[in-house]
């Protein structure tokens, strides 16, 4: 989990929800030291990460989506896989609301030019459609992405059950 918030990171590693939604508290007390841990260094999360998500602001800017978070998300992002060192494919999930064409047109671009890396062969993207039920969402998130996938190699990262590990089922 990374955030530009300290006092958020500082929360969520307590293991205390920054924010109500329905079921957080009880992940996080599950998930955090084991499986979680929450940081402003998005650079050192990749590096040690499978899954990236994009979960960032898209606010409404005249009337038309504001899509400068994402893109400087994804853009630190490709950054940070320009750097990871050995085999290991990680993935990258868009999971802020965003209009169509905008992993495919905004996104992969961005990873692409800061990484060197090519969407497909070197790293993995999909799509998380926004949703505001967060505890029915973490059970369905799995489904999603794999449907939602841009590459069909992105699929066995979630074939190998990246969610039940970080639920702990």
């Not at 050995?86 to 609301?97: L, N």
Request: glycine share 8%.
């Amino acid at each position: 989990c990374v955030d530009i918030d300290a006092e958020r990171v500082r929360q969520v590693n307590a293991a205390q929800a920054p924010m109500h939604e329905a079921g957080l508290d009880a992940l996080l007390e599950r998930t955090v030291g084991a499986n979680l841990l929450a940081t402003t260094d998005l650079a050192a999360a990749v590096r040690w990460s499978d899954v990236t998500v994009i979960a960032v602001g898209t606010p409404l800017r005249d009337g038309h989506i504001d899509l400068q978070y994402v893109r400087t998300a994804a853009s630190q992002i490709g950054a940070a896989l320009g750097d990871r060192e050995g085999d290991r494919y990680h993935v990258t999930v868009v999971k802020s609301t965003v209009v169509p064409g905008t992993t495919n047109g905004v996104v992969i671009p961005a990873l692409e030019a800061a990484s060197g890396k090519r969407a497909g062969d070197d790293f993995g993207v999909g799509v998380n459609p926004g949703a505001t039920d967060l505890e029915r969402e973490i059970r369905r998130f799995e489904w999603k992405v794999e449907a939602g996938a841009e590459y069909a190699v992105t699929q066995p990262v979630f074939d190998i059950d990246v969610l039940d590990r970080f639920l702990d089922r």
